[in-house]
Structures are given as C-alpha cells and as structure tokens.
T-cell receptor, first 117, second 111 residues
C-alpha cells in the first residue's frame, strides 16, 4: 500500500526550540506539500516542492522553512518554535509528471500534532 | 483555481444514500472536480474526481451537471465510518499548483 509517512504522531516542544518535522513518501511523487490545520481555519498551505532542492512558499510560510534533499523526503523546519505554531501538521504528495499515471490526487500522511509550550 | 461552495453540515441515516452538493459556478474548462474527505484526527483522503462525465469508483459516485457549475458526491450506502468532513475542490489537472481546501461539509451518519 502506498504511503506518506510522518515521523511523529504527537510532539511536544519548548518555545524557542528548533523543530524538524519529517515526511517520507514511497510513491516516487514529484510534488510534496506541508499544510497546517487549525480549528476554524481549515487546512492552510505552508510550503510545497515540485522537485528535489526546489521549494515554493505557500500561503503562510512565515516562521517555517523546508528542505528537500531527496525526492522521497520533505522536511518542515520551525527555526524557533512559538506557541502560535501549535497545530496539526499534514504532509502530502502527488504525481505531476508527464503521462496519465494515476489521478494526480494528493496522498496525505496521518499528521503530526505539535504542541509548543 | 475556482472556488467552491458547500453546505456547512449534513446528516444522513445509516444505509441510505448520502448526497453532498457542491457549487463551482466559476469553474473553467480545464478544471477538474475533486472530492476528498477527512475523518477525525486523520489526514484527508482522496475519493474521486471528474471533468464532465459522471464517475463511479468503489467509494462513491460523482455527478457533474451539464454546465459543470455544480456537482454531487453520492455515497450509495452510508455507514457510520463515512462520518467525516467532505471537501469539494476544483483544480486544473495539468497544473502543478497546490490544492486550496475550503471549509467542507461535515457529514454525520446517524444509526
């Protein structure tokens, strides 16, 4: 079964810590995405990547950075965690190459619930 | 990508068909309609997508009106496990752009 795997289900970090959220996909997808989800605000896109070493800002990139050194791995970095970054973080991937391989739908991970105290 | 409008919430009796509507009156010719759902505490899950013809898979059916300005997702025999938030999204198939999630419809299945 194809998967997007997020390294942690629950995470508690202190204010000011540098936090790494890891995401790995085994579908050879070109595109990868990081969203956060908050009550009343829905899913909001933080960053996305079309290819290795490429990244694009989403709607709310402030306070975050990303790294994509390998095609299968997309890391979200909180340089200095703050309490307003307490949220559910969701990683997704999709195929966007040539041809008609699949529906180009997104496959999501199970999410990482991050609490910053 | 075009915006969509969905009811905030709906309910349906277990075993009956759940029909979830979506309006996308500004959809353009190269945009597909996608449906996802999110069960509590899980990531969103792809359900189905279509361009202009009706589509059916093992999870659901998608009915798109002839003018493509609205669509309906049909869960033919709803179960308690179908309780979730359902998102209707339109985006160009060939676009590498991101998905924008709206508020979705919270579907409750009653026993």
């Amino acid at each position: 079964d194809v998967k997007v795997t997020q390294s942690s289900r629950y995470l508690v970090k202190r204010t000011g810590e540098k936090v790494f959220l890891e995401c790995v996909q085994d579908m050879d997808h070109e595109n990868m995405f990081w969203y956060r989800q908050d009550p009343g605000l829905g899913l909001r896109l933080i960053y996305f990547s079309y290819d290795v070493k490429m990244k694009e800002k989403g709607d709310i990139p402030e306070g975050y950075s990303v790294s994509r050194e390998k095609k299968e791995r997309f890391s979200l970095i909180l340089e200095s965690a703050s309490t307003n970054q307490t949220s559910m973080y969701l990683c997704a991937s999709s195929f966007e190459g040539q041809g008609n391989r699949g529906s180009r739908s997104y496959t999501f991970g199970s999410g990482t619930r991050l609490t910053v105290v | 990508d075009a915006k969509t409008t969905q009811p905030t919430s709906m309910d349906c009796a277990e075993g009956r068909a759940a029909n979830l509507p979506c309006n996308h009156s500004t959809i353009s010719g190269n945009e597909y309609v996608y449906w996802y759902r999110q069960i509590h505490s899980q990531g969103p899950q792809y359900i189905i997508h279509g361009l202009k013809n009706n589509e059916t898979n093992e999870m659901a059916s998608l009915i798109i009106t002839e003018d493509r300005k609205s669509s309906t997702l049909i869960l033919p025999h709803a179960t308690l496990r179908d309780t979730a938030v359902y998102y209707c999204i339109v985006r160009a198939y060939s676009s590498a752009s991101k998905i924008i999630f709206g508020s979705g419809t919270r579907l409750s299945i009653r026993p």
